[in-house]
């Protein structure tokens, strides 16, 4: 799988569960301590196939409790 597909899966799998949960970008963007503005352009990358911030990511998928990364230490 390459980097474009596996961003444009983590899209799809944040946005259904926004849709699950019947938020709005701006509930979720203020829960992760981000503008509407900011999460809808990262939206927009991940859709598009690039990478977003690895610490976005991680507050995305603690405030929707979804898993997207896993670390093993």
Avoid: P
Wanted: hydrophobic content about 40%; cysteine-free; proline content about 0%.
């Amino acid at each position: 799988m390459t980097e474009k597909e596996i961003a444009k899966k983590m899209y799809s799998k944040i946005d259904m569960k926004i849709f699950e949960k019947k938020l709005t970008y701006q509930e979720v963007a203020k829960n992760i301590g981000t503008s509407k503005q900011n999460f809808s352009d990262q939206m927009l990358n991940l859709k598009g196939g690039k990478f977003i911030n690895l610490r976005t990511l991680l507050k995305i998928q603690n405030f929707l409790d979804i898993k997207l990364i896993s670390f093993y230490i």
